[in-house]
C-alpha cells in the first residue's frame, strides 16, 4: 500500500512540476512577446496603430531631431482634455451649419456671421468657469516622421523614443525634408486612414499651440449638429449625403500669388497666377471622409511643394465641403498679435508652449510689422477676398 501511495505522490508531484513549467514558460513567453513589441514599435518600419475609436486624431508633423519640440507639445497642449463648461458652449445658439445653394453646392459663411462667432465667443470667454466636465469622446495624437537615411545617432535617438512614448508615426520610406512634405502628409493620410477609426483630423506642426479642450469641443457641438440635421431620425437612418458633406476648417487665404523663388518656390503650379483658397498649415481640422478621398487616390494626385497649398487645390473642386474660414486659428508663417480667442497657434517655440499652458496668455515682442487678421468674403474675386479685417 505504501509503495502504491508513493507511486500515486511521485505523478502527482510529476504532473505539478509539468504544470508549473508550463505556467512558468507561457508567463516568459508573454513577458518576451510584449518586450518584443514594444522594441519592434520604436524600430524605424511601418506599425501597427492603435485599433481603437477616436473622434479626433491630431497629426503633428515633426522632424527627427526635434525632441525638444515633441516633449514641449507632450507637457502643455496635449494635457487639455475635452471638456464641458457650465453645462453649455458659445455657438451652442450660433451652430454653423452650411446652407446648400440650388445646385447643392455647400455656401460658406458669410463675413457678418464669421463676425457674430466671434463675438459670441469673446463672451463665452467672459463667463465663469464652473461646473467642469470632462468629454467621454477620446483624442489620440501622432507625430509623423519620415526615417528614410537617417544616421545611426539619429535613428536610435528616434528608436529609444518611441519606446517611452508610441506616439511616433514612424514613416520608413520618406527622407524627411521640407521638399517632401506634401508626401509626408499624404503618408501620414494613408496611414492613419487604413489603421484607425475616427472623425476629424486636426493636421498642425510641431510649432503649433492648440486650445485641444475647446478646440475638441467646438468640434463636437458642430459634429452633433450635422448628425442631427443629416439623420433626424437617428444615425441607423443614414443616406448617401453624409458622406459627401465634408469639413475643412482652419484660417483660409486665397489671394496669395504663386511663389517663384526662395524656399517656398513651386516649379509645377500653373493652374492661374494666384493659389486656390487654402487653410494655412500650422494648423487646420479636416474631416474623415476628405483624408479617406486623398488616402484612395494618393498615388494619382498631382502634389506640390507646400503641403497646404496642396491640399487646398486637392479640395477645390469639390462642392460638398464645409470651408469654415475662422480667425481664431493663428497659422500662417508669422503669427499675428496674439489674442486670448485664438485657438491655433502657429511659429511658438517650447518656451512659448509652456508659458501659454500656464497662463493661456501669450505675448509678441513687436507688434507693428505682424499681420492684420481678416474675415473671408467668399464673394469678392480672390484679390480681394482677405481685405475685411477682423
Known sequence: ?????????????????????????????????????????????????????????????????NLERRNAIRETWLNLRPRIINNSFYNNEVILLPRKDTDGKIEPESVETQRLLLQKYKQWLQMETKNIKVGDYKVRHYFAIGTKNLDATTRKAVKDEQAVFNDLLLLPDLVDSYENLTNKLLQSFVQ?????????????????????????????????????????????????????????????NGR????????????????????????????????????SYLAKHHDTLNTYLSEDITVGTWLAPFKHIHRRHDVRFDTGYKPRICRNYHLVLHKRDPNDMKQIYKNDYCANEDTTSLPKEYFYDWTAAPSKCCDTKA
Not at 473622434?55 to 531631431?65: D, E, G, I, Y
Open 1 to 65: 500500500m505504501s509503495k502504491l501511495i508513493r507511486n500515486i505522490l511521485q505523478v502527482f508531484i510529476n504532473l505539478l512540476h509539468t504544470k508549473l513549467t508550463l505556467i512558468i514558460a507561457f508567463s516568459c513567453g508573454l513577458l518576451v512577446s510584449h518586450l518584443t513589441s514594444r522594441y519592434n514599435s520604436g524600430c524605424v518600419e511601418n506599425q501597427k496603430l492603435h485599433d481603437n475609436s477616436y473622434f479626433v486624431v491630431v497629426l503633428v508633423l515633426s522632424a527627427p531631431n
Open 192 to 252: 492613419v486612414e487604413t489603421q484607425l477609426d475616427y472623425n476629424y483630423l486636426l493636421k498642425c506642426d510641431d510649432d503649433t499651440y492648440v486650445k485641444l479642450d475647446i478646440l475638441s469641443q467646438d468640434l463636437l457641438d458642430y459634429h452633433q449638429a450635422v448628425e442631427k440635421r443629416v439623420y433626424p431620425h437617428g444615425v441607423d437612418n443614414k443616406d448617401a449625403s453624409h458622406n459627401q458633406w465634408g469639413l475643412y476648417w482652419g484660417y483660409f
Open 256 to 291: 496669395a500669388q504663386i511663389k517663384t523663388a526662395g524656399k517656398w518656390k513651386e516649379t509645377s503650379f500653373n493652374l492661374c497666377d494666384r493659389y486656390l483658397p487654402y487653410a494655412l498649415g500650422g494648423g487646420y481640422v479636416i474631416s474623415r471622409n476628405l483624408v
